[in-house]
């Protein structure tokens, strides 16, 4: 059973930066797909950012594109998600969440992941983020 804890998230005025991280653990497969998700008060769920650990290929929602930036580190099962230019809008709890793949070439792209949220089976705790104005 895949594990995930993240760390990172707090409280920062508008325009400031955080950077959450995620350590993953208990997981037996060599190709992943990573990712953030968040959710605010009222709202539904919305994927952030995700990456494939095979090759790297991203996705990020509209709302975050040229702020946020995932990366990893595929030995240390480690992902991170850099958030500039911090918005009240980003106030939320952020999840990182991930899916073992079957091999280097997944059927299910990781854009098409990041927007169904029941395609990832494995969750953190979540992390709360709180911005300012």
């Known amino acids: 059973q895949l594990q995930l804890v993240e760390s990172g998230g707090g409280l920062v005025q508008s325009g400031e930066s955080l950077r959450l991280s995620c350590v993953a653990s208990?997981?037996?497969?060599?190709?992943?797909?990573f990712g953030w998700f968040r959710q605010a008060p009222g709202k539904e769920r919305e994927g952030v950012a995700c990456?494939?650990?095979?090759?790297?290929?991203?996705y990020y929602a509209d709302s975050v594109k040229g702020r946020f930036t995932i990366s990893r580190d595929n030995a240390k099962k480690t992902v991170w998600l850099q958030m500039n230019n911090l918005k009240p809008e980003d106030t939320a709890v952020y999840f990182c969440?991930?899916?073992?793949?079957?091999?280097?070439?997944?059927?299910?792209?990781?854009?098409?992941?990041?927007?169904?949220?029941?395609?990832?089976?494995?969750w953190g705790q979540g992390t709360q983020v709180t911005v300012s104005s």
């Open positions: 969440v991930a899916e073992p793949r079957m091999g280097p070439y997944p059927t299910i792209t990781v854009q098409h992941m990041c927007i169904m949220p029941d395609l990832f089976n494995s």
């Open positions: 208990g997981g037996t497969s060599d190709y992943y797909a």
């Open positions: 990456v494939e650990s095979s090759d790297g290929n991203t």
